[in-house]
């Protein structure tokens, strides 16, 4: 997936990255708390367009046809192996049977838009939060772990580029991991990676030489980046404190959520209410962003 | 000035070696020194510099004293030895750690644990002096190769080091990007006064910048002296006279070689004028050789990465067969990916490869590994991780006529790998990897060779080795299309050259024609001579008719 980010000009890119990762923890959890597909549709559709107005659309769409993808196998699985309920169509074709239930589709649909949501929502927590935010953040409580997160962050997408490299220019090698039967691409497979770590070994150890040609290890680090909590900050965190602490509320007493999937979908006035609640949380950067502008000079 | 750093009686052995790497090395660095260490590939540089940084100094036995500023650097602790000797490595991929430039230079003040406070204005300062300041929240994977090796000389500046030291540190820059780093070398040398120690193959550029030249041979340090002392011992010494630059070799082999060799195309030129010297061809030089019918056709191949504006534009070329063509061009120009396309790695969006008459992706790969050999720009990404003995024998078995072990020791001999026979491939030097990438390309005997910077990381000598190997197979009827940035080398071996520019190529010349006509990618003793002798390439091209203060 590409990597993308946002402006640090917009509200998000100046917020402290505390304030961020309690806001989009906030997110996370709205996202595991709901499973009626009014609620899951509108957190994936509120957040496809959150991405798109920091993304712009052309990225956040290349992002969404692989999510699509994705959700579209969940649907398909549920569709054929959920037959629980009403029958929506049914297809008999000699003594084979098969029929589409309309609980196999809800529910694989409120599924594939939960995983979507869950997914669009990393791709802005990952664009929002950057690895020196993050290691900013961690570094006064746990500083090995701090770099350690940095490293990887870094290391992956090495990874990523070396093994493309790898899987081009393998081939000068015979090593094809794209044709032939099941069983030998799995083979080749296995002896790509293996060659991917080998020389990611190799690198990663003459990296590791030069960072300690570079004073690493040998004290107590000091920090460059230093984020100071703003008026913004407080302002930011305690509505979406409180945003959540209604829905937990709605959540506890039982609104937006089906407990039984033979009753999907039926919308409840107190769906559209929990419905509300999402949208703002869901908006509440655009709302940031809208202040933020009026309080350009 | 005063002494910096010392070696004395410095002896290393690496680990089951029969041989040490260093033999009795003793060599005195002063405070005011910038010096290149020259040498043949396996001679020591690479172990000589790692001696002078105690994170560096590779496992093995270790004989004798190395001394900064009269205490054992391995006395010095982390910090110390950080803020004191700084090292930029060969390869600018490997140093950085951290996502964007200005958080790699935080990276190094932030270990040495400069205060939150003073921070800023050490990476201002330095990003400012090296140009840095309009790239600071750059991601460090969309920087090309120089930007990153300023980036990794900036985040050991920002340190302040009193010493430098640079392993081939320019190997993987085109020569336009290699001249900018160098020059920024030097204005790091006069204006902070920091000393510099750094190793090299390509010393025509260097050598103007530098004030002393250490000479290493199997481990032992044969000089090191002023550099026109050393230039003077290198071109009377057999195995060392390839790596005097094509501008004071040229005078030696003309036998001009007065109180002072010179060092640039501007001071040779005044040298001539003043000793009046007249030139003519030799009359062998304008040899003519001959091509068979075409092997590979390019018909208006476009290609473009996702997204991304096209990297190769319409190009239409036919390859003869025995014919050598060298694409010249900067980095990023396309010439890697016109490369893989030939090869079939990659299918272009628009026209067509053919290989004969079978279009080249739609060839089995099988069937492609015995056409064509590649080497790509980076031939680790080729190896497969086992011994140099081992990954011959396993190419080979995908070849036309598979070797026996008897051969494979003759390939070994061949490319001058015989000492590494059973190293791992990731252990070697650029150098030796890049031999060993060579030898993947060439043992299944291919009808095309694809060469990506067939050069690099090479000494002078192993590259006249490898262009006489190529030769002998360009005459046997192989085809060879070579990407290199190395203009003595395409312009000694190369049949035909062209550019790579904006996505296309320039029309195909013989070799001869295409550099005597360049301006500026031309050799040095074209640039040397043009005024006088518009033919010449090389000092065995022209004879002396005569001169006046002819001391030959």
Redesign the interface.
Known sequence: MQLIETQSSQFLGQCHPLALVLYFGELFTGLLLFNHILITGLFFLGLCGLCCWYFGGRAVWRVVRSVLSLMGLILFLNILLNRAGVSWWQFTLGTWHWEVSRVGVLYGATMALSLGGMVMAFVLFNGCVTASQLRALLNPVAPRLAMLLTLAIRFVNLFIQQFRRLLLLQRTRGLVVTAGPWRHRLTETGNLLRVLLLGSISRAMETAILMEARGYGGRHRSQYQHYRWRLADTSFTLVAGGMFVVILGLRVHGWGVTPNIYSLPGVLATDWWVAGVASLVVGLPLIGEGLYRLCQN | MSELMSLKQVTFTYPAANRPALDGVDLHIASDDFMVIVGATGSGKTTLLRQL?P??VPAGDLTGTVQYQGRSIQKL???E???TI??V?Q?P????????VI?EL???????????SG?PGR?AEIANFLGLDQIL?TPL?QLSGGQLQLVNLA??LV?HPAILLLDEPTAQLDPTTAQNFLNVLQQVHRELGITIVMSEHRLDRILPLANRLVIMEDGALLAAESVATGLRLMSQHDELASFVPAIPNFFVQQHLTGNQLPLTVATGRRMLSQQDVLFKLRSSTLSVKTFGAPLLTVAGVSFHYD?QAPTLRTIDITFATGIWVAILGKNGAGKSTLL?VL?G??KPQHGKVRLGKQIIWKMK??V??RQV??L?Q?P??????LTVREELT??SQ?GNEPVNATAVTDWLAKLQLTAVADQNV??LSGGQQQLVGLG??LITRPRLLLLDEPTKGLDPATKQVVGRLLETYRAAGVTIVMASHDVEFSAQFATHGTFMFDGQLTPVQPARKFFTTNFMATTAVSRLLRQWLQQALFSTDVERKGGANDQG
Do not use: C, W, Y
């Not at chain 2, 991929?93 to 964007?100: C, K, Y």
């Not at chain 2, 935080?106 to 939150?116: K, M, P, Q, R, Y």
């Not at chain 2, 680790?380 to 991780?385: A, R, S, V, Y």
């Open positions: 940084k994170e560096l602790s982390a910090t030895s950080a803020q700084g090292v490595a390869d991929v490997v140093q950085p750690v951290m996502a964007t958080e935080a990276f190094s003040l932030e270990n040495v644990g400069v205060s939150a921070m990476i929240h994977q985040s050991v340190l997204q893989s090869a790695l990659r790969n099988s492609l590994i050999g590649l790509s980076h680790i990404d080729q190896f497969t991780g396993a190419q995908l990731f252990d993947l390309a």
